[in-house]
């Protein structure tokens, strides 16, 4: 009777141990979205995004209300940089978690 009691708890703790995880999204997956403004929060029309990681580039502009998107995104370790023509270009280092 015990060894079927220690069995069974056995059995409920590894089935409760896996359906607590919850997988990763596949790298392919990920996207990040963020959003241009000056100083005065002002959003920033038109403005190209470029994402640089080890394994990716890629460039996109934002929209009307200062909204970027990247979809498909593979790196986690990844960096931005935006210009725009009357802009200076600046950049910040972002990481992903």
Excluded: H
């Excluded at 999204?25 to 403005?47: E, F, H, N, W, Y």
Aim: proline share 2%; charged share 20%.
């Amino acid at each position: 009777m015990v060894r079927k009691f220690s069995i069974l708890l056995v059995l409920i703790i590894l089935t409760a141990k896996l359906f607590a995880q919850n997988p990763a999204l596949p790298l392919s997956r990920r996207q990040v979205s963020g959003i241009v403004t000056d100083s005065a929060k002002q959003a920033i029309t038109g403005a190209t995004v470029t994402l640089i990681s080890k394994t990716d580039t890629l460039k996109t502009s934002t929209n009307e209300k200062g909204l970027f998107f990247f979809m498909n995104v593979k790196s986690l370790g990844i960096y931005f940089v935006c210009e725009q023509s009357w802009l200076q270009e600046f950049c910040k280092n972002r990481k992903i978690l």
